[in-house]
T-cell receptor, first 117, second 114 residues
Framework: DQQVKQNSPSLSVQEGRISILNCDYT??????FLWYKKYPAEGPTFLIS?????DKNEDGRFTVFLNKSAKHLSLHIVPSQPGDSAVYFC????????????????FGQGTILTVHP | DAGVTQSPTHLIKTRGQQVTLRCSPI?????VSWYQQVLGQGPQFIFQ???????GRGNFPDRFSARQFPNYSSELNVNALLLGDSALYLC?????????????FGDGTRLSIL
């Protein structure tokens, strides 16, 4: 049962335009959502996150939107740069015993973003 | 500051053998989690540890075990290796005591089973 889904395996965007990566989830217990970027032969790098009590969080070129009623998460990158080309994973946390400091992350399958010069 | 460090980088084992993977968290991070990533998939949760106690466990058989040391470093052990255990094993660390801290990942150990 895939609780976090990224339905687009790949996305191709022109440099300078907006990249929109999407993620859907099914588990109502998720309380914290994250986006990671992964280059080949490296571990995932944390990009941006959002708590379930918010609907938007911005950090520079990156904005994450959360629509709880639709159980949908998206990452906007504006403007896109060739260095943004990587695999992007969305992840969602279910808190474990002990409070919101802990939690296991459930990941989507990833979306390969290619930004063309 | 150094990030999460994992060793070894690559490892080749044969079926039935045992393996130990090591992880040092970011300085100041007291929680360590382990994930398995197979090709074409997102990472899958194996364990989370804090203060040397297991705080959570994913859907993995008992052949997988882990522990955390007083300096917050951690080891993941896998016994009786199977071909299907071939994967990238990722370690992540995070702060605790503050709400909503992201997990930060190391570059992983690539385990190949022959």
């Amino acid at each position: 049962d895939q609780q976090v889904k990224q339905n687009s395996p790949s996305l191709s965007v022109q440099e300078g335009r907006i990249s929109i990566l999407n993620c859907d989830y099914t588990n109502s217990m998720f309380d914290y959502f994250l986006w990671y970027k992964k280059y080949p032969a490296e571990g995932p790098t944390f990009l941006i996150s959002i708590s379930s009590i918010k609907d938007k969080n911005e950090d520079g070129r990156f904005t994450v939107f959360l629509n709880k009623s639709a159980k949908h998460l998206s990452l906007h990158i504006v403007p896109s740069q060739p260095g943004d080309s990587a695999v992007y994973f969305c992840a969602a946390r279910v808190p474990l015993a002990g409070g919101t400091s802990y939690g296991k992350l459930t990941f989507g399958q990833g979306t390969i973003l290619t930004v063309h010069p | 500051d150094a990030g999460v460090t994992q060793s070894p980088t690559h490892l080749i084992k044969t079926r039935g053998q045992q393996v130990t993977l090591r992880c040092s968290p970011i300085s100041g991070h007291k929680s360590v989690s382990w994930y398995q990533q197979v090709l074409g998939q997102g990472p899958q949760f194996i364990f989370q540890y804090y203060e040397k106690e297991e705080r959570g466990r994913g859907n993995f058989p008992d052949r997988f075990s882990a522990r955390q040391f007083p300096n917050y470093s951690s080891e993941l052990n896998v016994n009786a290796l199977l071909l299907g255990d071939s994967a990238l094993y990722l370690c992540a660390s995070s702060r605790v005591g503050t709400v909503n801290q992201p997990q930060h990942f190391g570059d992983g150990t690539r385990l190949s089973i022959l």
